[in-house]
């Protein structure tokens, strides 16, 4: 009699990473002595900061004295750290009590589909990273997928191309609820403008949609005139969620810590509370983030902990500039890695897939083809920033000696 | 046009626990001087397990170390650590790849609908904890709610009474395809014989059910003819997934750790794997659980782990053995107390927030009133094991002074 979700059926197996994981393995096995570079997923590589580490670890030494001692915390996160996002991250253009710690933005981004449930009709940026749409699936959003186009029947896609500057014609785009928004772009490396942004916030308006923003690579923009925060822009705070991350710029990807922002005025069209709902959502169904992640995230919102995070940062900027400029100089034509930690490659003539096995083939590198992340994507590969910089050096050298 | 997922609305709102809170307050407010104990929430006390403490911390400096350092790891958790928990904690009875480690039950519970999907129907012990039904609100699967009865019209309750010896008459049950099942209990501390449990899993294989068993409490069971798993039972592989956790026996409610075993060979109606369903939906919104978690946790489980554990349970069980001596000799009949953590007493005559009122306001003790986790429960005070021993033993002071 138990029934299987019928949304489950429609989720897409090739889930990219599993795929290129399996071609590594495959290659591997007809040449074990093949020294592969990663440059494929985005896992930091560098040791945490040692103010971060050693914050996280002397809070767990703490938690085996009767002093130190804690058990349960507010589902919501730490008070001290709900203030110091606000505070620090957001300079007070939102308050503690909109700030939620979790997890991770991934996870976050799983709960967040339950406040609109089944049949809310979304948008994504093509390509997008796939838990906006997987996420999609599972709560039944999506209809049908169709092979053909490779896209699913109800879910708007938003094209973004270097022909438009990856931001879509929102006049012309197909209408949605709910649009998932992700700048800097996981995987283009695309960032929106301050006035790009002001659009997507005026489309919001006008159609009474919900923009989830994510925030993920914000602290990797180094040019001061973009924006980092949907909530630099005016009126956000009527339309906008953001979810960020510590994984990226702190390294917390294994150690999991991030947040999301529903500020107070942020309405369905019925007039509730988004807020009121997501801090249902997470007190019934989450039970906090890791004390010792939290007390981690403090030290990392510290003066010293925020120059260790711009270390990481600058470590892994200096990656991606090597990356570009080894690619330019080949004469392949790429964007992002300015702003952000990942840099979009067109191969003419080849699609995704066969750039990657290229790649993989000749260079032992490893990428990721951009069409896993939509159909969009088709005929680009992501290189991702994020390795030792010996690593990418190599890797780069490699590129050097087969593109040359 | 961003519109609320109706499910929402049908959330009760009054969540037991901020209720309590409201009226703790509401006390101190009026007699600021009170000390008020708790007996009422499951929160451990007691520090963390030295050489637990001492693993967490060691591998929490590492990570600021380059061999130390880990960034994602497979969402399912660390190979050693699903081996461990499989081969140390399951005697082997199930392998590492049905258990997937995460950040606790009560997130899994909530992920675990995603399976089942809008309009499962579902079976709770009724009295239960919260997070079975309003998940199942969330997810779509209860119906409205009926405030005359205060149940879900879609929900069928399996009423657990000291009656029926807390186990129900499964024959004229109304019927389910999810069986959420607590043992040892929370509320009630029942623990099921190993006859009961083999009826409930004949029950399930008749009617094609399938068993969500959490067994958070289980390292409190102390005798030793009682199940600790609902895989002690022939058969339960066919029909069970189990919940657990280390939030109680280790002291990690703040630290964030459990897992759930989804058995290779449990399938829904139409055949298909629920185990890869479960490996597809934490690969998708979920990203592992912390590193530094997960290492808690391969100390746990090594023999001083175990030993450690043990010493909480131990000291926590004598807190349950003081209240359940203090209540009956003062004429209170009360069940549970032996092998979990909590206590459930009657108080005749009284409803359960009368009782847990009169308490509060003569005694300054908090309690958590039985009616709180469904209808069935009524009349019923919960009186929770988890706190200091001095704070116990005045607690139970102030009972006999009170009731004497």
């Known amino acids: 009699m138990a029934r299987r979700n019928p949304n489950l059926a429609r989720l897409q197996s090739g889930y990219l990473f599993p795929e290129i994981n399996r071609r590594k393995r495959e290659l591997l096995q007809r040449n074990p002595q093949a020294k592969i570079i990663s440059l494929g997923i985005g896992n930091t590589t560098e040791p945490l900061g040692t103010r971060i580490s050693a914050a996280l670890s002397r809070y ?10 804690s058990g349960y915390g507010e589902e919501q996160g730490l008070e001290a750290l709900r203030h110091k996002v606000a505070q620090r991250y957001y300079c007070g253009r939102v308050s503690a009590d909109e700030v939620f710690i979790s997890d991770g933005a991934k996870c976050d981004i799983g709960r967040l589909q339950l406040m ?9 940026q093509d390509p997008a990273y796939p838990v906006y749409v997987d996420g ?16 699913f029947n109800e879910v708007a896609y938003w094209p973004c191309r270097p022909e438009n500057g990856f931001f879509p014609d929102l006049a012309t785009c197909p209408a949605a609820e709910i649009v998932y928004w992700c700048s800097p772009n996981n995987p283009t490396g695309a960032v929106s403008t301050r006035k ?7 489309y919001a308006k006008h159609h009474h949609a919900i923009i989830v923003f994510d925030a993920a690579y914000a602290m990797f923009i180094r040019d001061s005139e973009l924006p980092r925060s949907i909530f630099e822009i005016e009126g956000a705070k009527e339309v906008a969620i953001e ?12 150690v999991r810590l991030g947040w999301t922002v529903v500020p107070q005025q942020l309405c369905y ?4 509370s988004v807020r009121d709902d997501w801090n249902r959502i997470m007190t019934t169904i989450f039970n906090g983030a890791s004390n010792i992640a939290q007390h981690g995230a403090l030290a990392a919102l510290d003066d010293e902990g925020l120059m260790e995070m711009k270390q990481h940062v600058d470590l892994y900027m200096r990656n991606a500039a090597l990356i570009k400029k080894t690619l330019m100089a080949l004469g392949v034509t790429c964007w ?10 067109r191969f003419p003539g080849k699609s995704s897939w066969e750039a990657f096995e ?23 590969l992501r290189f991702s920033a994020f390795g030792h910089p010996h690593d990418v050096q190599a890797a780069c050298s490699r590129l050097e000696h087969l593109l040359a």
Request: contains cysteine.
């Open 358 to 380: 290229y790649l993989l083939e000749k260079a032992h590198i490893v990428t990721t083809p951009g069409s896993g992340f939509g159909p969009a994507g088709e005929g680009f």
């Open 269 to 272: 069209e019925g007039g509730e």
């Open 336 to 345: 992002g890695g300015e702003n952000a930690p990942y840099i979009w490659a």
């Open 243 to 254: 979810v960020n991350s510590l994984s990226k710029p702190a390294g917390f990807t294994g």
């Open 116 to 124: 609109f449930g089944p049949g809310a009709r979304f948008a994504v």
């Open 136 to 151: 999609g699936v599972i709560m039944g959003q999506t209809g049908d997928y169709n092979p053909q186009c490779a896209h």
């Open 60 to 69: 767990a030494a703490d938690l085996g004295t009767p002093a130190g001692y």
């Open 196 to 202: 790009q942004l002001q659009e997507l916030v005026a």
